[in-house]
């Protein structure tokens, strides 16, 4: 299996949302990733609309599919009703489901199997009728994959914001371990695997050499971050690059 990038844009629509001006424009941005390489485009929508807006997403799946049959367009959120109306009017590939508080500036733990499982349960049967992949946000917990299992989802999603944000060599080493436990137990529970939060070009080799199930990678501060030095068709070269497997 060859791990797949998909393209997070809320960064590039925060900027968007600090003037009242239709640029940088989260679609051309959009375009640009895809024709470099893209696998995929996320998006996730909060309430307040502080970054991807409700419009945003129709013209997104609109774009995708009519000018990229085949990439895949996965939507983020918190699943309350309003999230999951949207999510069965514009249709996504993929849902990801994550436990918020709508009020956090980003997602930062994954789901409490033992508190909402019930809950996620149900949610991910509807979300299922309508043939939905759906995909949990999880903590680099090797107990985690088995609960979501238990639960229904087809993938999960593990936080590497603690592995990304590590400096020091023994921190590192030690989320890194548990990230690739995490990845490891998602295998062995028959669940698909993917990963998202503060990757970068730097620390994704090694993931991905020593998981060759991860399937997905979700990154959208780094590679804004780089498109502002390289641009974004260059900077999705270097991170398929980056996730690409070592001759």
């Given amino acids: 299996m060859s791990c797949q990038l998909s393209v997070n844009v809320n960064a590039i629509a925060f ?8 640029w940088p424009s989260v679609e051309g941005l959009s375009r640009a990733a895809l024709e470099a390489g893209a ?84 949610i991910i049967a509807r979300l299922h009728g309508s043939r939905f992949r759906v995909s949990l946000f999880v903590d680099p917990d090797p107990a985690a994959p088995a609960a979501a299992k238990a639960v229904g989802a087809d993938r999960v999603e593990i936080y590497t914001g603690p592995y990304g944000g590590a400096f020091d060599p023994a921190t590192l080493a030690r989320e890194f371990d548990k990230v690739v436990a995490t990845g490891k137990a998602a295998a062995k529970a028959g669940v698909g695997l993917n990963a998202g939060h503060d990757l970068t070009r730097e620390n994704l080799p090694r993931l991905v050499a020593a998981l060759p199930n991860l399937a997905e990678v979700s990154i959208g501060h780094a590679i804004t971050a780089d498109a502002l030095m390289f641009g974004m068709a260059e900077t999705v070269r270097l991170f398929r690059k980056a996730i690409a497997p070592a001759a």
């Avoid at 900027?15 to 239709?22: Q, S, T």
């Avoid at 996965?74 to 109306?85: A, K, M, S, V």
């Avoid at 249709?91 to 009020?103: A, R």
């Fill in 15 to 22: 900027l968007r949302n600090r003037r009242d001006l239709p």
């Fill in 39 to 122: 696998h995929g485009i996320t998006v996730h929508p909060r309430p307040d609309e502080r970054h991807i807006r409700r419009g945003d997403v129709t013209v997104l799946v609109n774009m995708l599919r009519k000018d990229w049959p085949g990439r895949e367009f996965n939507i983020e959120g918190y699943p309350d009703e309003r999230f999951l109306q949207l999510v069965e009017a514009e249709k996504p590939d993929q849902v990801t489901l994550v436990p918020d508080d709508p009020s956090q500036s980003t997602s930062d733990h994954g789901w409490d199997f033992a508190k909402d499982g019930e809950r996620l349960k149900a």
